[in-house]
């Protein structure tokens, strides 16, 4: 799990990728679609794509010429998983802090 944190969380890490991301939230699009909006030449706009299914983030598929990607929203269950594990030991953490610091306020 932790290794596909990192895979995710370093595709995240990126502007460019997270517009990618968002775009797709509208729905697929082929590659030069997605790389319009970006100022860079496409291989290196493909590097992102190809960070981001790494990250299992998006896949691709070719339609005759035209290399269609597609986002896959439940990847980001890991991180959904690893932010709930986090929220969990942290409100421990401050519940813990609370009632520390009533005790000491009730003690003066």
Do not use: Y
Not at 72 to 95: C, F, K, M, S, Y
């Amino acid at each position: 799990m932790a290794n596909h944190l990192d895979h995710i969380f370093t595709a995240l890490a990126d502007p460019t990728r997270r517009a990618v991301i968002a775009r797709l939230g509208q729905g697929e699009a082929p590659v030069s679609t997605l790389a319009s909006p970006h100022d860079m030449a496409l291989p290196s706009f493909l590097k992102h794509i190809h960070q981001l299914e790494r990250a299992g983030l998006v896949s691709t598929r070719k339609v005759g010429r035209t290399r269609i990607c597609t986002l896959h929203p439940e990847a980001l269950g890991t991180v959904n998983t690893w932010l709930d594990q986090q929220r969990h030991i942290w409100e421990g953490r401050l519940d813990r802090l609370d009632a520390f610091l009533s005790r000491t306020e009730d003690d003066t």
